[in-house]
């Protein structure tokens, strides 16, 4: 059976290549919302979260359905970045075609590669669209031809290699079918909406008993649990009664489904009955993981389950040990955090968590993954400390083997000989060298996932902030030898107080300081990076002594640098293994392990 009527696309690209920017052209022109409606105004209406606008990308993948020419469209919004793999591997089931949105200068990027080879995968049949053809240094012709290797590399059938190529200018919500003499004449964005319901095919169903592949899940406090996924056969009524199903059989019995809802717009909105080929969220299944199969008692027959590749990176999380503790957190205690990492399990199927008593070990699938947890955690109030970033290693055939790295970065040409030495010096090697426009050049390597941890913190300082650099799973190589240290040593609190403006001025001749004058800080606290390889500990609450004579020049002004500020990523990038990262709703703290200056001394 096929339903003529319903198309399920997913829209990928690489960060940056205005995927979310479409989406929004396609929900405003489909009239989703009324003229005088907030969103008409709105850019990024898909990144929901303030930390996908924050950042720039699509964290969590989202479901809108647009209607066009009588046929429901259910776009599929996923995340453009490998550490969000798990969202693209499982969302990507739910569709039977793909837009593909390339930057019209950048081209195809490694996270382009590596969600269009999940998308084969999965089967599905892809449409592609030229973004941003408007740009100065746009080169559609080079593109195409690049798309072009690209496709043929991945594809796993021939009919993949039958794609429609579109140009568009998804800021502004316009698009061709062939590529305009003048792209600012009059257009919008119809012709891709008619390529999906031309070349992407309907949903091909089944006859039997209702199956639903539990794909993502959601919560509120109104439903409760929310199942999310496409219908794969049957159909399903309110009030009927569900089981729960894996590859090891039954796993649940006897649920009522409470409601069905489907989407339209932004909005979810309840149906009478969901159809097979409909992607729909169903209320109701209070114990459902993602990975298991809603079916029928008399049918239960457990859908392929989705394979998922194996973390990368583990981090040590645990209750904040430091001497401010409880100051500025509402949930600091490891039952607390334990709740809450067991919640996450539930919806972040990318994510590992084991209990190691005191603390939780947390596997993700790299720096990003893990980061923007933290960072969620932290705005919800939660305190807590991390260690440093660890690569897991898999053994095979009695191996220990090591997770690596495509590694791309732009840079302005000034800064090229950094990076050559720094990569160079961490054992990479080079795979491409490319000159881009405004004096950009990106340059592509391949690394051990070891060796590139704390690397970033020191390219963004050492190019002044320029750099851009995106990283991408690329499989796993015999484990290397170990490199020494290349981080400074650093400046250290050697007792409780408030750093003065004095203390910090004469410690500035020792290194680069992270605090300015004012900041309570504790013995042990990281203050700073040394010009030295060894620790310093330093006075940093130290007042200048007064004395009865006075001068202009005594009592001047002392003008410090300013201090260099770290944002979580960069700071998880800066630890040693004897250091934590103390991390609370209104701060990031460095610190030894061991605060105590004679003890760590000792060690």
């Known amino acids: 059976m096929v339903e003529n009527k319903i198309r399920n696309i997913a829209v990928i690209a690489h960060v940056d290549h205005g995927k979310t920017t479409l989406v929004d052209a396609f929900l405003k022109q489909t009239k989703v919302f009324r003229d005088n409606q907030a969103e008409m105004g709105q850019a990024l209406i898909m990144d929901s979260s303030d930390q996908e606008r924050e950042r720039g990308i699509t964290i969590?993948?989202?479901?809108?359905?647009?209607?066009?020419?009588?046929?429901?469209?259910?776009?599929?919004?996923?995340?453009?970045?490998?550490?969000?793999?798990?969202?693209?591997?499982?969302?990507?089931?739910?569709?039977?075609?793909?837009?593909?949105?390339?930057?019209?200068?950048e081209g195809p990027m490694p996270q382009t590669k590596f969600v269009l080879e999940k998308a084969f995968v999965a089967g599905l049949r892809p449409i592609v669209v030229i973004n941003k053809i408007d740009k100065p240094a746009a080169r559609v012709s080079e593109i195409v031809d690049e798309i072009g290797d690209l496709f043929l590399e991945l594809a796993t059938d021939d009919s993949q290699l039958d794609y429609p190529v579109y140009y568009a200018i998804g800021r502004d919500g316009k698009a061709w079918k062939e590529l305009p003499n003048d792209p600012s004449e009059p257009a919008d964005i119809q012709p891709i909406l008619r390529a999906i319901i031309e070349h992407i095919p309907a949903p091909q169903t089944s006859e039997g008993g209702f199956q639903l592949l539990a794909t993502s899940l959601e919560w509120d406090d109104y439903q409760g649990k929310y199942v999310i996924g496409k219908v794969e056969r049957g159909q399903l009524k309110a009030g009927e009664i569900l089981s729960l199903v894996d590859q090891s059989g039954v796993v649940g019995s006897g649920y009522r489904v409470d409601k069905i809802y489907g989407y339209q717009g932004l909005d979810k909105v309840i149906k009478d009955q969901a159809s097979a080929g409909e992607i729909v969220a169903v209320t109701g299944i209070k114990d459902a993981k993602i990975g298991q199969t809603l079916t029928t008692p008399d049918q239960p027959e457990a859908l392929e389950a989705i394979d998922l590749e194996p973390p990368t990176l583990s981090i040590y999380l645990g209750p904040n040990t430091s001497p401010f503790k409880g100051l500025e957190g509402e949930f600091t205690t490891s039952r607390q955090i334990g709740d809450r990492l067991k919640r996450e399990l539930e919806t972040n199927i990318g994510l590992i968590v084991e209990d190691d008593g005191v603390g939780f070990t947390v596997k993700g699938r790299g720096e990003l993954h893990l980061s923007v947890l933290m960072e969620t955690m932290r705005r919800e109030g939660f305190e807590f400390e991390i260690g440093r970033p660890k690569v897991v290693y898999k053994v095979q055939d009695g191996q220990s083997l090591e997770p690596v790295e495509l590694v791309t970065v732009e840079v302005p040409v000034e800064h090229i000989g950094v990076i050559q030495s720094e990569f160079g010096s961490r054992k990479a090697e080079l795979l491409e060298q490319v000159n881009l426009r405004d004096n950009l050049v990106r340059l592509v390597y391949r690394i051990s996932?070891?060796?590139?941890?704390?690397?970033?913190?020191?390219?963004?300082?050492?190019?002044?902030?320029?750099?851009?650099?995106?990283?991408?799973?690329?499989?796993?190589?015999?484990?290397?030898?170990?490199?020494?240290?290349?981080?400074?040593?650093?400046?250290?609190?050697?007792?409780?107080?408030?750093?003065?403006?004095?203390?910090?001025?004469?410690?500035?001749?020792?290194?680069?300081?992270?605090?300015?004058?004012?900041?309570?800080?504790?013995?042990g606290q990281i203050i700073g990076l040394a010009n030295q390889s060894g620790?310093?500990?330093?006075?940093?609450?130290?007042?200048?002594?007064?004395?009865?004579?006075?001068?202009?020049?005594?009592?001047?002004?002392?003008?410090?640098?300013?201090?260099?500020?770290?944002?979580?990523e960069q700071s998880m990038d800066f630890l040693n293994d004897d250091e934590l990262l103390e991390i609370t709703p209104s701060s990031l703290r460095l610190r030894k392990r061991i605060l105590d200056k004679g003890l760590r001394k000792k060690k």
């Open 449 to 523: 996932t070891r060796n590139l941890i704390g690397l970033r913190s020191q390219l963004i300082t050492a190019t002044k902030g320029t750099l851009v650099m995106n990283s991408l799973m690329d499989g796993y190589q015999p484990k290397t030898a170990e490199l020494a240290s290349k981080r400074n040593g650093v400046l250290i609190a050697w007792e409780q107080g408030e750093s003065r403006a004095y203390a910090l001025s004469n410690a500035e001749a020792r290194g680069v300081l992270f605090v300015g004058p004012g900041v309570k800080l504790y013995q």
């Open 535 to 568: 620790d310093l500990d330093i006075n940093a609450s130290k007042s200048k002594q007064l004395t009865n004579m006075r001068s202009k020049s005594s009592d001047g002004t002392i003008k410090l640098t300013p201090a260099i500020e770290m944002s979580l």
């Open 60 to 105: 969590t993948a989202k479901i809108t359905a647009v209607k066009f020419d009588d046929t429901q469209i259910n776009i599929i919004d996923t995340p453009g970045h490998a550490d969000f793999g798990g969202e693209v591997e499982r969302t990507l089931h739910m569709a039977d075609g793909c837009l593909l949105i390339v930057d019209a200068q």
